[in-house]
Each structure stands twice: as structure tokens, then as C-alpha cells.
T-cell receptor, first 112, second 116 residues
Framework: TQLLEQSPQFLSIQEGENLTVYCNSS?????LQWYRQEPGEGPVLLVT?????EVKKLKRLTFQFGDARKDSSLHITAAQPGDTGLYLC????????????FGGGTRLMVKP | DAGVIQSPRHEVTEMGQEVTLRCKPI?????LFWYRQTMMRGLELLIY????????DSGMPEDRFSAKMPNASFSTLKIQPSEPRDSAVYFC??????????????FGEGSWLTVV
């Protein structure tokens, strides 16, 4: 059972389209991270959000942490083929050290 | 800067053989993780070390799996005997515990294991 549910699991879109990926949980997290993983490589951190309601932008990517710190979303504007990859959300808890709970991932393909 | 270094990158072995995966964390990091990734189960935490001490090994599948961290710059994950269902990508990751939460975890490129 995944403590963090990501949706959709798979997404195939055309270049230029917008998309949103969701990460939901019934548990409260002290921090929420988003990673991107490309084929043959390990996940790479994109962003960390720690405050309920926090919004962070990274170029065409917008990340939001839910007010109750149980959910998060990643919105990509004008997707490009270079955005193709596996997007993983991961929740952290205070006093859990660096341990993270990962979601199942959203596999995104952006076609030219 | 050198990232997390894992070896081997790829290994194909026969069922029943011993497999040893190696990891060199980023210098100065005090936390080390072993993860396993499969299409079916996603990214699973196997074991977590802090200051070379195993803190949580609840994710280790069974007694066939063991992990050691003899010093701050080296860790191994051993599978003995290996089984086909162990086929997966095994990631080592490291981090520095600076804040109660939200610290960045750096992953290696993974060891792709196939057990036939």
C-alpha cells in the first residue's frame, strides 16, 4: 500500500500542452519533495516544499504543497520533450531523519 | 564534484549465486540509503544508515539480504542466494542530516541486477 498516491500513473502528451501531476496522502508530512528520473539514471531532486500552501516555481514547473501538508501538485506549462521522465513525489517527517516515503511515480512522455 | 558512486552498473548472475553491490557516498554525508526499484513496486527503501549505524532495515525483504557500512565512505548490499525475483535496479543514495526534514538526497546511477 502506497502512503503517497500519485496520479496519473502514465501521461502522454504533445509538446506545448500543459499538465498537472498529483501526489496525495492521508498522512501529514513535514516536507514534500519532487524528483525527476530519466532512463538509466537515479532520481534527481527538483524542489522541496515545507510550508502548507507553499508554491514554488522552477522555470515552467510550478509546485504546490497543500494547506494541510497532505498533498502536492506539479504543474508543467508548455511541456517540452526534455520534460519526459518519471516524476516522483516523496514525503518526509520530522524525527524520521532523512527517511522519505516515495510515491509510485508518474511516467510522462512529451511527444514532439 | 563526485556524486554517489555505485558498482557494478550492470550485473547478470545465475540463481543461487551471491551478489554484492557497492556504494561510495558523497564525502561528508552522514546518511546512506539503499533503495530497490521495479516497475511493479516502484522505489522501495531497503535500509537506512546514519553515521554508519543501521537505523531502519524494515524494508529488507528477507534474510537473504544484508547490508553493511564499515566506514563513512563505503557500503555494501549483499544478496545470498540470489533469486530471479531479486531482479531490479538497486540505488544507493546519500544525504547530510542538517535539518529535521527536507534534506536533499542524492542518488547514484543504480546497479541493474538481472538474476536468471
Amino acid at each position: 500500500t502506497q502512503l503517497l498516491e500519485q496520479s496519473p500513473q502514465f501521461l502522454s502528451i504533445q509538446e506545448g500542452e500543459n499538465l498537472t501531476v498529483y501526489c496525495n496522502s492521508s498522512s501529514v508530512f513535514s516536507s514534500l519533495q519532487w524528483y525527476r528520473q530519466e532512463p538509466g539514471e537515479g532520481p534527481v531532486l527538483l524542489v522541496t516544499v515545507v510550508t502548507g500552501g507553499e508554491v514554488k516555481k522552477l522555470k515552467r514547473l510550478t509546485f504546490q504543497f497543500g494547506d494541510a501538508r497532505k498533498d502536492s501538485s506539479l504543474h508543467i506549462t508548455a511541456a517540452q520533450p526534455g520534460d519526459t521522465g518519471l516524476y516522483l513525489c516523496a514525503g518526509g517527517r520530522v524525527n524520521a531523519g532523512n527517511m522519505l516515503t516515495f510515491g509510485g511515480g508518474t511516467r510522462l512522455m512529451v511527444k514532439p | 564534484d563526485a556524486g554517489v558512486i555505485q558498482s557494478p552498473r550492470h550485473e547478470v548472475t545465475e540463481m543461487g549465486q551471491e551478489v554484492t553491490l557497492r556504494c561510495k557516498p558523497i564525502s561528508g554525508h552522514n546518511s546512506l540509503f539503499w533503495y530497490r526499484q521495479t516497475m511493479m513496486r516502484g522505489l522501495e527503501l531497503l535500509i537506512y544508515f546514519n553515521n554508519n549505524v543501521p537505523i531502519d532495515d524494515s524494508g529488507m525483504p528477507e534474510d537473504r539480504f544484508s547490508a553493511k557500512m564499515p566506514n563513512a565512505s563505503f557500503s555494501t548490499l549483499k544478496i545470498q542466494p540470489s533469486e530471479p525475483r531479486d531482479s531490479a535496479v538497486y540505488f544507493c543514495a546519500s544525504s547530510f542530516l542538517a535539518a529535521p526534514s527536507g534534506n536533499t538526497i542524492y542518488f547514484g546511477e543504480g546497479s541493474w541486477l538481472t538474476v536468471v
